[in-house]
Protein backbone atom coordinates (compact mmCIF):
# COMPACT_ATOMS: atom_id res chain seq x y z
CA UNK A 1 0.00 0.00 0.00
CA UNK A 2 2.98 2.08 0.80
CA UNK A 3 3.67 2.04 -2.59
CA UNK A 4 1.04 2.62 -3.77
CA UNK A 5 0.05 6.22 -1.42
CA UNK A 6 3.80 7.63 -2.32
CA UNK A 7 3.40 8.99 -5.94
CA UNK A 8 0.05 10.58 -4.77
CA UNK A 9 0.96 11.86 -1.39
CA UNK A 10 1.00 15.13 -2.15
CA UNK A 11 -2.09 15.50 -3.85
CA UNK A 12 -4.09 14.14 -1.01
CA UNK A 13 -2.44 16.17 1.13
CA UNK A 14 -3.60 19.21 -0.48
CA UNK A 15 -7.13 17.84 -0.46
CA UNK A 16 -6.87 17.33 2.86
CA UNK A 17 -6.15 21.23 3.52
CA UNK A 18 -8.31 22.64 0.91
CA UNK A 19 -11.01 20.53 2.44
CA UNK A 20 -10.51 21.75 6.12
CA UNK A 21 -10.79 25.31 4.51
CA UNK A 22 -13.31 24.86 2.19
CA UNK A 23 -15.53 22.97 5.27
CA UNK A 24 -14.76 25.64 7.28
CA UNK A 25 -16.48 28.46 5.10
CA UNK A 26 -19.28 26.29 4.77
CA UNK A 27 -20.50 26.28 7.76
CA UNK A 28 -19.57 30.04 8.58
CA UNK A 29 -20.88 31.77 5.77
CA UNK A 30 -24.79 31.09 6.82
CA UNK A 31 -23.78 32.13 10.28
CA UNK A 32 -22.22 35.31 8.75
CA UNK A 33 -25.64 36.19 7.31
CA UNK A 34 -26.90 35.33 10.03
CA UNK A 35 -25.39 37.41 12.05
CA UNK A 36 -25.68 40.50 9.84
CA UNK A 37 -29.62 40.12 10.35
CA UNK A 38 -30.36 38.61 7.02
CA UNK A 39 -33.55 36.74 6.47
CA UNK A 40 -33.33 32.58 5.43
CA UNK A 41 -34.25 33.72 2.18
CA UNK A 42 -31.18 35.82 1.73
CA UNK A 43 -29.01 33.31 3.07
CA UNK A 44 -30.60 30.24 1.08
CA UNK A 45 -29.99 32.23 -2.22
CA UNK A 46 -26.40 33.01 -1.28
CA UNK A 47 -26.06 28.83 -0.97
CA UNK A 48 -28.00 28.23 -4.63
CA UNK A 49 -26.02 30.83 -6.20
CA UNK A 50 -22.26 28.68 -4.98
CA UNK A 51 -24.45 25.65 -6.28
CA UNK A 52 -24.55 27.29 -9.38
CA UNK A 53 -21.01 28.32 -9.71
CA UNK A 54 -20.45 24.58 -9.17
CA UNK A 55 -22.51 23.30 -12.01
CA UNK A 56 -20.94 26.02 -14.12
CA UNK A 57 -17.24 25.22 -13.37
CA UNK A 58 -17.77 21.76 -14.36
CA UNK A 59 -19.03 22.82 -17.60
CA UNK A 60 -16.74 24.96 -18.31
CA UNK A 61 -13.46 24.65 -16.79
CA UNK A 62 -12.10 21.55 -18.31
CA UNK A 63 -11.15 23.80 -21.50
CA UNK A 64 -9.04 26.37 -19.61
CA UNK A 65 -7.35 23.28 -17.56
CA UNK A 66 -6.87 21.72 -21.10
CA UNK A 67 -5.35 25.79 -22.16
CA UNK A 68 -3.04 26.43 -19.56
CA UNK A 69 -2.12 23.07 -17.66
CA UNK A 70 -3.48 22.09 -14.23
CA UNK A 71 -0.62 23.58 -11.89
CA UNK A 72 -1.45 26.88 -13.40
CA UNK A 73 -5.25 26.35 -13.18
CA UNK A 74 -5.04 25.41 -9.29
CA UNK A 75 -3.08 28.58 -8.54
CA UNK A 76 -5.35 31.05 -10.02
CA UNK A 77 -8.38 28.92 -8.73
CA UNK A 78 -6.82 29.05 -5.39
CA UNK A 79 -6.48 32.94 -5.56
CA UNK A 80 -10.02 33.43 -6.78
CA UNK A 81 -11.30 31.16 -4.02
CA UNK A 82 -9.10 32.74 -1.56
CA UNK A 83 -9.94 36.41 -2.67
CA UNK A 84 -13.33 35.58 -2.63
CA UNK A 85 -13.49 34.56 0.86
CA UNK A 86 -11.98 36.93 2.34
CA UNK A 87 -14.10 40.25 0.59
CA UNK A 88 -17.12 38.11 1.73
CA UNK A 89 -15.77 39.26 5.56
CA UNK A 90 -15.46 42.87 4.16
CA UNK A 91 -18.75 42.74 2.81
CA UNK A 92 -22.72 43.20 3.65
CA UNK A 93 -24.29 43.67 0.50
CA UNK A 94 -26.44 40.96 -0.79
CA UNK A 95 -25.67 40.85 -4.52
CA UNK A 96 -22.33 41.08 -3.73
CA UNK A 97 -22.18 37.97 -2.19
CA UNK A 98 -24.16 36.16 -4.86
CA UNK A 99 -21.57 37.22 -6.94
CA UNK A 100 -18.80 36.15 -4.44
CA UNK A 101 -20.58 33.08 -3.52
CA UNK A 102 -21.11 32.21 -7.68
CA UNK A 103 -17.18 32.52 -8.03
CA UNK A 104 -16.39 30.48 -4.87
CA UNK A 105 -18.36 27.31 -6.45
CA UNK A 106 -16.93 28.23 -9.56
CA UNK A 107 -13.52 28.13 -8.33
CA UNK A 108 -14.18 25.10 -6.00
CA UNK A 109 -15.16 22.90 -8.50
CA UNK A 110 -11.85 23.39 -10.68
CA UNK A 111 -9.85 22.65 -7.83
CA UNK A 112 -11.72 18.90 -7.52
CA UNK A 113 -11.08 18.90 -11.20
CA UNK A 114 -7.35 19.64 -11.21
CA UNK A 115 -6.64 17.30 -8.00
CA UNK A 116 -8.63 14.39 -9.05
CA UNK A 117 -7.69 14.28 -12.56
CA UNK A 118 -4.43 14.32 -11.38
CA UNK A 119 -4.93 11.40 -8.66
CA UNK A 120 -6.25 9.51 -11.81
CA UNK A 121 -3.15 10.08 -14.24
CA UNK A 122 -1.19 8.79 -11.03
CA UNK A 123 -3.48 5.80 -9.77
CA UNK A 124 -1.96 2.35 -11.21
CA UNK A 125 -5.15 0.78 -12.78
CA UNK A 126 -4.93 -1.87 -10.34
CA UNK A 127 -5.34 0.25 -7.00
CA UNK A 128 -7.76 2.27 -8.26
CA UNK A 129 -10.31 1.18 -6.11
CA UNK A 130 -8.12 2.00 -2.73
CA UNK A 131 -7.04 5.34 -3.62
CA UNK A 132 -10.71 5.82 -4.39
CA UNK A 133 -11.70 5.03 -0.89
CA UNK A 134 -8.89 6.86 0.39
CA UNK A 135 -10.01 9.70 -1.16
CA UNK A 136 -13.38 9.83 -0.54
CA UNK A 137 -12.48 9.18 3.08
CA UNK A 138 -10.21 12.62 3.17
CA UNK A 139 -13.24 14.52 1.46
CA UNK A 140 -15.41 13.53 4.48
CA UNK A 141 -13.28 13.25 7.25
CA UNK A 142 -11.71 16.84 5.92
CA UNK A 143 -15.69 18.48 5.58
CA UNK A 144 -16.89 16.89 8.79
CA UNK A 145 -13.56 17.39 10.90
CA UNK A 146 -13.52 21.25 9.58
CA UNK A 147 -17.20 21.67 11.13
CA UNK A 148 -15.67 21.57 14.78
CA UNK A 149 -12.78 24.63 13.89
CA UNK A 150 -16.13 27.09 14.07
CA UNK A 151 -15.53 27.09 18.23
CA UNK A 152 -12.69 29.15 17.93
CA UNK A 153 -14.26 32.11 17.56
CA UNK A 154 -17.47 34.04 16.35
CA UNK A 155 -18.19 34.40 13.20
CA UNK A 156 -18.61 38.20 13.31
CA UNK A 157 -14.64 38.41 13.62
CA UNK A 158 -12.48 37.94 11.23
CA UNK A 159 -10.16 35.18 12.50
CA UNK A 160 -12.21 31.99 11.01
CA UNK A 161 -12.18 33.71 7.28
CA UNK A 162 -8.64 34.29 7.68
CA UNK A 163 -7.94 30.75 8.94
CA UNK A 164 -10.26 28.95 6.19
CA UNK A 165 -8.36 31.15 3.39
CA UNK A 166 -4.78 30.60 4.62
CA UNK A 167 -5.76 26.55 4.37
CA UNK A 168 -6.78 27.18 1.11
CA UNK A 169 -3.94 29.20 0.13
CA UNK A 170 -2.02 26.34 1.77
CA UNK A 171 -3.47 23.74 -0.49
CA UNK A 172 -1.11 25.14 -3.84
CA UNK A 173 2.15 24.10 -1.94
CA UNK A 174 1.39 19.95 -2.57
CA UNK A 175 0.24 20.55 -5.79
CA UNK A 176 2.88 23.64 -6.78
CA UNK A 177 6.22 21.22 -5.26
CA UNK A 178 4.64 17.69 -6.71
CA UNK A 179 6.75 16.28 -9.12
CA UNK A 180 4.14 13.63 -10.60
CA UNK A 181 3.47 14.11 -14.38
CA UNK A 182 0.93 16.69 -15.78
CA UNK A 183 -2.15 15.20 -16.36
CA UNK A 184 -3.72 14.93 -20.33
CA UNK A 185 -6.44 17.30 -21.08
CA UNK A 186 -9.74 16.04 -19.13
CA UNK A 187 -12.97 15.52 -21.79
CA UNK A 188 -15.38 18.03 -21.36
CA UNK A 189 -18.51 16.85 -19.36
CA UNK A 190 -21.40 15.29 -21.38
CA UNK A 191 -24.67 15.42 -19.94
CA UNK A 192 -27.55 14.10 -21.62
CA UNK A 193 -30.71 14.12 -19.47
CA UNK A 194 -32.90 11.83 -21.67
CA UNK A 195 -30.44 8.92 -22.37
CA UNK A 196 -29.96 8.86 -18.56
CA UNK A 197 -33.51 9.01 -17.79
CA UNK A 198 -33.71 6.15 -20.11
CA UNK A 199 -30.82 3.75 -18.25
CA UNK A 200 -32.69 4.53 -14.36
CA UNK A 201 -35.24 6.47 -13.28
CA UNK A 202 -34.83 5.81 -9.79
CA UNK A 203 -31.08 7.30 -9.85
CA UNK A 204 -31.79 10.15 -11.96
CA UNK A 205 -34.72 11.35 -9.67
CA UNK A 206 -33.48 10.16 -6.53
CA UNK A 207 -30.28 11.63 -6.64
CA UNK A 208 -31.67 15.11 -8.13
CA UNK A 209 -33.67 14.23 -4.60
CA UNK A 210 -30.67 13.74 -2.77
CA UNK A 211 -28.68 17.42 -3.98
CA UNK A 212 -32.33 19.14 -2.56
CA UNK A 213 -31.89 17.87 0.69
CA UNK A 214 -27.97 17.88 1.00
CA UNK A 215 -27.88 21.31 -0.83
CA UNK A 216 -30.28 22.87 1.70
CA UNK A 217 -28.42 21.79 4.38
CA UNK A 218 -25.15 22.54 3.72
CA UNK A 219 -26.40 26.26 3.28
CA UNK A 220 -29.21 26.11 5.79
CA UNK A 221 -28.46 23.99 8.44
CA UNK A 222 -26.10 26.26 10.64
CA UNK A 223 -29.07 28.84 10.61
CA UNK A 224 -31.87 26.04 11.41
CA UNK A 225 -29.15 24.96 14.49
CA UNK A 226 -29.00 28.70 15.78
CA UNK A 227 -32.68 29.03 14.93
CA UNK A 228 -33.80 26.11 17.69
CA UNK A 229 -31.20 27.31 20.11
CA UNK A 230 -27.83 25.75 19.55
CA UNK A 231 -24.92 27.99 21.12
CA UNK A 232 -22.84 29.17 18.30
CA UNK A 233 -19.44 27.41 19.70
CA UNK A 234 -21.86 24.11 18.86
CA UNK A 235 -22.59 24.37 15.90
CA UNK A 236 -20.04 22.76 14.17
CA UNK A 237 -20.53 20.14 16.06
CA UNK A 238 -23.94 19.44 15.03
CA UNK A 239 -23.15 19.98 11.20
CA UNK A 240 -19.92 17.56 11.91
CA UNK A 241 -22.41 14.80 13.66
CA UNK A 242 -24.15 14.73 10.18
CA UNK A 243 -20.82 14.45 8.50
CA UNK A 244 -19.70 11.73 10.55
CA UNK A 245 -22.95 9.97 10.22
CA UNK A 246 -23.05 9.80 6.55
CA UNK A 247 -19.48 8.78 6.62
CA UNK A 248 -20.46 5.38 9.00
CA UNK A 249 -23.66 4.48 6.94
CA UNK A 250 -22.18 4.56 3.57
CA UNK A 251 -20.15 1.05 3.35
CA UNK A 252 -22.89 -1.02 5.46
CA UNK A 253 -25.63 0.49 2.41
CA UNK A 254 -23.42 -0.25 -0.05
CA UNK A 255 -22.74 -3.88 0.87
CA UNK A 256 -26.24 -4.28 1.30
CA UNK A 257 -27.05 -3.15 -1.95
CA UNK A 258 -24.36 -4.95 -3.69
CA UNK A 259 -26.57 -8.41 -2.20
CA UNK A 260 -29.74 -7.10 -4.18
CA UNK A 261 -31.82 -4.78 -6.16
CA UNK A 262 -30.62 -1.52 -5.74
CA UNK A 263 -33.88 0.34 -5.80
CA UNK A 264 -34.99 -1.93 -2.08
CA UNK A 265 -31.57 -0.15 -0.27
CA UNK A 266 -32.85 3.39 -1.96
CA UNK A 267 -36.45 2.67 -0.69
CA UNK A 268 -34.84 1.59 2.68
CA UNK A 269 -32.83 4.85 2.63
CA UNK A 270 -35.70 7.10 1.98
CA UNK A 271 -38.04 5.46 4.46
CA UNK A 272 -35.20 5.93 7.13
CA UNK A 273 -34.65 9.67 6.06
CA UNK A 274 -38.90 10.27 6.73
CA UNK A 275 -38.14 8.36 9.94
CA UNK A 276 -34.97 11.21 11.08
CA UNK A 277 -36.43 13.95 9.82
CA UNK A 278 -39.65 13.55 11.26
CA UNK A 279 -37.58 12.89 14.91
CA UNK A 280 -35.76 16.03 14.16
CA UNK A 281 -39.12 18.22 13.96
CA UNK A 282 -41.36 16.75 16.16
CA UNK A 283 -38.75 14.74 19.23
CA UNK A 284 -34.69 16.01 18.59
CA UNK A 285 -35.19 19.73 19.89
CA UNK A 286 -36.10 19.02 23.20
CA UNK A 287 -33.21 16.35 24.04
CA UNK A 288 -29.61 16.87 23.57
CA UNK A 289 -28.61 12.91 23.27
CA UNK A 290 -31.65 12.36 21.09
CA UNK A 291 -30.68 15.36 18.51
CA UNK A 292 -27.14 13.97 18.04
CA UNK A 293 -28.61 10.69 16.98
CA UNK A 294 -31.28 11.93 15.02
CA UNK A 295 -28.33 13.70 13.09
CA UNK A 296 -26.57 11.27 12.93
CA UNK A 297 -29.20 8.54 11.17
CA UNK A 298 -30.29 11.66 9.06
CA UNK A 299 -27.17 12.11 7.60
CA UNK A 300 -26.42 8.59 7.36
CA UNK A 301 -29.66 8.51 4.99
CA UNK A 302 -28.58 11.76 2.97
CA UNK A 303 -25.03 11.36 2.73
CA UNK A 304 -24.95 8.19 0.88
CA UNK A 305 -28.58 8.17 -1.27
CA UNK A 306 -25.64 9.79 -4.57
CA UNK A 307 -23.61 7.08 -4.26
CA UNK A 308 -25.78 4.19 -4.23
CA UNK A 309 -27.66 6.47 -6.85
CA UNK A 310 -24.54 5.85 -9.11
CA UNK A 311 -23.99 2.62 -8.18
CA UNK A 312 -27.77 1.55 -9.79
CA UNK A 313 -27.38 3.39 -12.72
CA UNK A 314 -23.63 2.02 -13.32
CA UNK A 315 -25.09 -1.40 -13.01
CA UNK A 316 -27.40 -0.92 -16.78
CA UNK A 317 -24.16 0.36 -18.07
CA UNK A 318 -21.03 -0.58 -20.14
CA UNK A 319 -17.95 0.24 -19.04
CA UNK A 320 -16.86 2.75 -21.59
CA UNK A 321 -20.61 4.75 -20.94
CA UNK A 322 -20.15 4.63 -17.19
CA UNK A 323 -17.86 8.13 -16.78
CA UNK A 324 -20.43 9.50 -19.04
CA UNK A 325 -23.60 8.01 -17.01
CA UNK A 326 -22.05 8.90 -13.65
CA UNK A 327 -20.79 12.29 -14.24
CA UNK A 328 -24.79 12.49 -15.34
CA UNK A 329 -25.96 11.60 -11.78
CA UNK A 330 -23.92 13.93 -10.29
CA UNK A 331 -25.25 17.00 -12.65
CA UNK A 332 -28.78 15.95 -11.40
CA UNK A 333 -27.64 16.21 -7.59
CA UNK A 334 -26.23 19.32 -8.21
CA UNK A 335 -29.09 20.72 -9.87
CA UNK A 336 -31.11 19.54 -6.91
CA UNK A 337 -28.53 21.47 -4.92
CA UNK A 338 -29.16 24.60 -6.44
CA UNK A 339 -33.31 23.95 -5.86
CA UNK A 340 -33.14 22.58 -2.25
CA UNK A 341 -32.21 25.99 -0.94
CA UNK A 342 -33.88 28.17 -3.07
CA UNK A 343 -37.08 26.35 -1.85
CA UNK A 344 -36.12 26.01 1.66
CA UNK A 345 -35.08 29.17 3.06
CA UNK A 346 -38.47 31.05 2.51
CA UNK A 347 -40.30 28.09 3.81
CA UNK A 348 -37.45 28.66 6.94
CA UNK A 349 -38.82 32.60 6.83
CA UNK A 350 -42.29 31.66 7.17
CA UNK A 351 -42.58 28.20 9.12
CA UNK A 352 -39.34 28.84 11.12
CA UNK A 353 -36.10 26.32 11.67
CA UNK A 354 -37.88 23.29 11.17
CA UNK A 355 -38.84 23.93 7.99
CA UNK A 356 -35.41 22.80 6.85
CA UNK A 357 -36.50 18.75 7.96
CA UNK A 358 -39.72 19.56 6.68
CA UNK A 359 -38.29 19.64 2.69
CA UNK A 360 -35.73 16.91 3.79
CA UNK A 361 -38.92 14.61 5.04
CA UNK A 362 -41.22 15.60 2.13
CA UNK A 363 -38.11 14.57 -0.50
CA UNK A 364 -37.40 11.54 1.29
CA UNK A 365 -41.04 10.82 0.85
CA UNK A 366 -41.08 11.56 -2.70
CA UNK A 367 -37.93 9.52 -3.36
CA UNK A 368 -39.50 6.84 -1.40
CA UNK A 369 -42.80 6.87 -3.77
CA UNK A 370 -40.75 7.00 -6.84
CA UNK A 371 -38.87 3.97 -5.99
CA UNK A 372 -41.61 2.04 -4.77
CA UNK A 373 -43.50 2.94 -8.00
CA UNK A 374 -40.80 1.68 -9.84
CA UNK A 375 -40.23 -1.78 -7.92
CA UNK A 376 -43.93 -2.54 -8.27
CA UNK A 377 -43.64 -2.17 -12.20
CA UNK A 378 -41.12 -5.77 -12.08
CA UNK A 379 -37.88 -6.59 -11.10
CA UNK A 380 -35.03 -5.85 -13.30
CA UNK A 381 -32.36 -7.50 -13.88
CA UNK A 382 -28.54 -6.56 -13.97
CA UNK A 383 -27.11 -5.88 -17.16
CA UNK A 384 -23.40 -5.39 -15.55
CA UNK A 385 -22.30 -5.85 -12.50
CA UNK A 386 -19.44 -3.86 -10.48
CA UNK A 387 -19.21 -3.69 -6.00
CA UNK A 388 -20.09 -0.53 -4.79
CA UNK A 389 -17.47 2.21 -4.25
CA UNK A 390 -17.89 5.33 -2.17
CA UNK A 391 -17.52 8.65 -4.04
CA UNK A 392 -17.32 11.97 -3.17
CA UNK A 393 -19.69 14.45 -3.91
CA UNK A 394 -17.32 16.42 -6.16
CA UNK A 395 -16.51 16.81 -9.88
CA UNK A 396 -16.91 14.38 -12.76
CA UNK A 397 -13.46 13.59 -12.74
CA UNK A 398 -13.25 11.94 -9.28
CA UNK A 399 -15.15 8.78 -11.46
CA UNK A 400 -11.90 8.58 -13.70
CA UNK A 401 -10.54 6.92 -10.82
CA UNK A 402 -13.35 5.08 -10.30
CA UNK A 403 -12.44 1.10 -11.46
CA UNK A 404 -16.28 1.13 -12.42
CA UNK A 405 -15.26 2.69 -15.80
CA UNK A 406 -12.81 -0.50 -16.65
CA UNK A 407 -13.69 -2.27 -19.68
CA UNK A 408 -13.56 -5.57 -17.80
CA UNK A 409 -17.24 -5.73 -16.52
CA UNK A 410 -17.65 -8.45 -14.13
CA UNK A 411 -20.39 -10.64 -13.82
CA UNK A 412 -22.59 -10.71 -11.19
CA UNK A 413 -22.31 -13.01 -7.79
CA UNK A 414 -25.48 -12.66 -6.44
CA UNK A 415 -28.32 -14.80 -6.09
CA UNK A 416 -31.01 -14.01 -9.65
CA UNK A 417 -33.96 -14.49 -6.94
CA UNK A 418 -32.76 -11.29 -5.28
CA UNK A 419 -32.79 -8.78 -8.54
Known amino acids: MRQVLIPVTSLLAAVAVLLVGHGLQLVLLPLRADSMGWTATDIGFTGSTYFL ?26 AIATSVLLFLALLDWLPGWLLLRFLSGWALSGLYMVIESWLNEKAPAEHRGKILSLYTFITLTGMGGAQLLMGLAP ?21 GLTRTIIPHPMPEVSFKPRKLFRNSQVAVVCAFLSGMITGAFWSLGPVYAGGIGIPVTQIGLFMAVVVFGGAIFQFPFGKISDLMDRRRVILGICVLGIAASLLAILVAPFSQTLKLVTLAVFGGAALPLYSI ?54 CFAVGAMWTA ?19 PETTPAAFDIDPRGDEDLTEPQFDPELR
Not at 53 to 78: D, E, K, N, Q, S
Not at 161 to 171: I, K, Q, T
Request: hydrophobic share 55%; net charge neutral.
Open 309 to 362: CVAHANDYVEGSDFVEVASGILMMMSLGSVLGPAITAPLMTWLGPQALFIVAAV
Open 155 to 175: PEAATLFLLGAGLMVLAIVPV
Open 53 to 78: GFVTGCLTLPRLIARIGHIRTFAVLT
Open 373 to 391: ARLSAGARAREHYQPFKSL
